[in-house]
């Protein structure tokens, strides 16, 4: 069965290393003894406290969270992030958001509800192919907070650097490249990601919150929405997405024996490098987002022609790969290559793009 497995080029919910899969599937009827699988047990057992604590810890290992930053497991998807935040960070009521992607801007549209939100920045009228400089941002200094986007699913850009925001506490969505590199937290007030694409499965989002910026919530916040609460009661204030928690665990105690962030990263540049070069040397191929900012996770570029973009992700199917349409709303073609896609995959995706462009390159 395993040796049908497929290069699945998904942007989330994405591959998972083959190690988690088989360990999950070993442990699903009976965890450790237990004589259950870990989706029947009850979250306040013995058992599962000791999963969820040890998932907590080696978050906290692989990235360095420092002891006043709070770690929670909460539900909804990074998308009810997009309310939460302003919900708990707003006080004096003002927030700049940086817009370079679809998320980013429905983060900005959720948060105009709670508050007068200001766009420091924005590359929408470029597609998006870009992440502004320190010295295109209007920054607000006296903004609640400073949104961004780290990594533009979509677009296919990234974040190189962390702006200097003089003081004002910067949140961060990491959804699509968290533990792909290593990150300094400290530089960050709040950090928060949906585990589907780059740690784990649909149903569980991570949020890295520095104490000092619980306890003053929006009239009218939801418990459910309450960071203070969850922090307080330890992801357990109601029943955690259990299933979902015992595989990040699992992907983090894989991506601590590939040698953790800092192996990933160098992973990561090796097979971001090998499109990037064969797209740079190539004149059938044209990439997307700006050189400087591009991404090591989502890969975008296009063909010659829609048709030939269509052909190039038809033929790819057929040549065991999958999921490599370009988002709906940019068109073209999109490789995301998270942490768990091995470099055999990229290989194998690069070995395609050369045939396809000699049988339908022309002269
Ligand atoms: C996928 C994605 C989201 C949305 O995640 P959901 O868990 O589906 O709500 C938000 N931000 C980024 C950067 C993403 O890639």
Redesign the pocket.
């Known amino acids: 069965m395993a040796d049908k497995r497929i290069y699945n080029f998904s ?2 919910p994405s591959m998972l290393p083959e190690q988690v899969l088989t360990t999950a599937s070993e442990q699903m009827l009976n965890y450790k003894g237990s004589g259950m699988s870990v989706m029947e047990m009850s979250h306040r057992s013995s058992a599962y406290d000791q999963i969820i604590k040890d998932t907590q810890q080696r978050l906290r290992d692989l990235l360095q969270i420092p002891d006043n930053y709070k770690v929670l497991f909460l539900q909804g ?4 992030q997009f309310a939460a935040i302003p919900m708990n960070l707003l006080r004096k009521g003002n927030a700049d958001y940086i817009l370079t992607g679809h ?1 980013a801007k429905k983060a900005y549209e959720e948060a105009t509800k709670y508050g007068s939100i200001h766009v420091a920045a924005s590359s929408e009228s470029d597609q998006f192919a870009y992440i502004p400089k320190q010295e295109q941002l209007d920054l607000n200094p006296d903004a609640d907070y400073v949104y961004l ?1 780290n ?3 979509i677009y296919g850009t990234e974040w190189n650097y962390v702006p200097e925001t003089n003081g004002v506490p910067i949140v961060a ?1 990491m ?2 490249d968290i533990l792909s590199r290593p990150i300094d937290v400290s530089k960050y007030g709040l950090i928060f990601a ?1 585990a ?2 780059n740690m784990g499965i ?1 149903g569980v ?1 991570v949020v890295i919150v520095r104490e000092g910026l619980l306890g003053s919530t929006l009239p009218g916040t939801p418990t459910m929405l309450n960071y203070k609460t969850m922090a307080d009661k330890d992801s357990m204030y109601n029943t955690p997405p259990t299933y979902a928690i015992y595989i990040l665990g699992l992907v983090l105690e894989w991506i601590e024996q590939q040698g953790g962030v800092a192996a990933m990263k160098e992973r990561n540049e090796k097979k971001a490098k090998l499109l990037y070069d064969y797209l740079d040397n190539s004149t059938f191929y044209q990439a997307a987002a700006a050189k400087e900012d591009r991404s090591l996770m989502n890969v975008t570029f296009r063909t010659p022609s829609k048709e030939l973009d269509a052909l190039f992700v038809s033929e790819s199917i057929k040549a065991g790969m999958s999921n490599l349409k370009g988002h709906r709303a940019v068109g073209g073609i999109r490789a995301s290559i998270y942490n768990a896609m091995p470099i055999e995959g990229v290989e194998h995706l690069v070995a395609f793009m050369r045939a396809f462009e000699e049988t339908n390159g022309g002269k």
């Open positions: 942007a989330g998807g990074a998308s009810t998320f986007c990594n533009n699913t969505d959804s699509s949906g589907q694409k649909a989002t």
